[in-house]
């Protein structure tokens, strides 16, 4: 089995516009580190606590799946698997990307 760290070099090595760049992650004095791009807006999880309700319209659910689908499906296409596919890992950042 992969330790942690060695997914995330796998990680680095993606690079699709529907993904976070990873820089670097590694393991300093026993504290793990991650750098990766920064990028500004709302994480999905922010963006539905802000609705009165936590139900998308159809049309804003199926914009955020487009925008997702192919990033997860060139991480996949490198063996990458998303093992954790939250509310809180998926965001809307104000570029667009």
Same mark, same amino acid.
Not at 35 to 52: F, H
Not at 53 to 70: D, G, M, N, S
């Given at each position: 089995?992969?330790?942690?760290?060695?997914?995330?070099?796998?990680?680095?090595?993606?690079?699709?516009?529907?993904?976070?760049?990873?820089?670097?992650?590694?393991?300093?004095?026993?504290?793990?580190?991650?750098?990766?791009?920064?990028?500004?807006?709302?994480?999905?999880?922010?963006?539905?606590?802000?609705?009165?309700?936590?139900?998308?319209?159809?049309?804003?659910?199926?914009?955020?799946?487009?925008?997702?689908?192919? @990033?997860?499906?060139?991480?996949? @296409?490198?063996?990458?698997?998303?093992?954790?596919?939250?509310?809180?890992?998926?965001?809307?950042?104000?570029?667009?990307?």
């Amino acid at each position: 089995m992969k330790t942690p760290t060695a997914n995330l070099f796998e990680f680095c090595e993606l690079n699709h516009p529907n993904i976070l760049t990873i820089h670097d992650a590694g393991v300093h004095e026993s504290a793990s580190y991650l750098v990766s791009e920064l990028l500004e807006g709302k994480t999905l999880r922010e963006v539905l606590s802000s609705m009165a309700t936590t139900a998308l319209p159809a049309r804003k659910a199926t914009e955020y799946a487009l925008q997702f689908a192919p @990033g997860l499906g060139a991480a996949h @296409g490198k063996g990458i698997t998303h093992r954790v596919s939250s509310r809180r890992t998926f965001s809307s950042p104000k570029s667009g990307r």
